[in-house]
T-cell receptor, first 110, second 112 residues
Framework: SQTIHQWPATLVQPVGSPLSLECTVEGTSNPNLYWYRQAAGRGLQLLFY??????ISSEVPQNLSASRPQDRQFILSSKKLLLSDSGFYLC?????????FGPGTRLTVT | GNSVTQMEGPVTLSEEAFLTINCTYTATGYPSLFWYVQYPGEGLQLLLKATKADDKGSNKGFEATYRKETTSFHLEKGSVQVSDSAVYFCALTNRNFNKFYFGSGTKLNVKP
């Protein structure tokens, strides 16, 4: 069966510090991978998606970036965090028409 | 374009009440439709799905029928429990399956 991992689970970072969130998927190959952000009490905002290694599509201009160095690894990064980057970050994978989510990372920028 | 519209929440019900959460969509072609559930502090879990018109998705007592004529996929449950309290998201994906489109979510509160 397939599983998706995200870490860390929670993170508190000061404004201006760098960020690296990691997501890995097990039990499947060549999945589509996604990063979403969810502000408190709000819906999902698609940030990036990837259909293959090194292929990243950005949905929203911002100070975040994503990379896919391996088939089942997806990384979300920032060089300098803003207060507005606080939120719940969700990684997801899909194959064909079903999408599955990781447990999420709660990021608080102080 | 593709989009999903859900009823505004929160929805507050007493235990054993009937639940309906409305969802309508706009899509090109023939989308697949989904309901996801999110419990506090967790990721989204796939609750049910339907891939073509008139399909009924069902799971854990929840049901939704893909209505192409009304472009709707309403979520229903005959008797809610306190443990059903969560946020419910309606979603669709279209022909290329690369992107998924989510509604804004509907929070359900079930009181004992």
């Amino acid at each position: 069966s397939q599983t998706i991992h995200q870490w860390p689970a929670t993170l508190v970072q000061p404004v201006g510090s760098p960020l690296s969130l990691e997501c890995t998927v097990e039990g499947t190959s060549n999945p589509n991978l996604y990063w979403y952000r969810q502000a408190a009490g709000r819906g999902l905002q698609l940030l990036f998606y990837s259909v293959g290694i090194g292929q990243i599509s950005s949905e929203v201009p911002q100070n975040l970036s994503a990379s896919r160095p391996q088939d089942r690894q997806f990384i979300l990064s920032s060089k300098k965090l803003l207060l507005s980057d606080s939120g719940f970050y969700l990684c997801a994978w899909s194959k064909a028409y079903e999408q599955y989510f990781g447990p999420g990372t709660r990021l608080t920028v102080t | 374009g593709n989009s999903v519209t859900q009823m505004e929440g929160p929805v507050t019900l007493s235990e054993e009440a009937f639940l309906t959460i409305n969802c309508t969509y706009t899509a090109t072609g023939y989308p697949s439709l989904f309901w996801y559930v999110q419990y506090p502090g967790e990721g989204l879990q796939l609750l049910l799905k339907a891939t073509k018109a008139d399909d009924k998705g069902s799971n854990k007592g929840f049901e939704a029928t893909y209505r192409k004529e009304t472009t709707s996929f309403h979520l229903e449950k005959g008797s809610v429990q306190v443990s059903d309290s969560a946020v419910y998201f309606c979603a669709l994906t279209n022909r290329n399956f690369n992107k998924f489109y989510f509604g804004s979510g509907t929070k359900l509160n079930v009181k004992p």
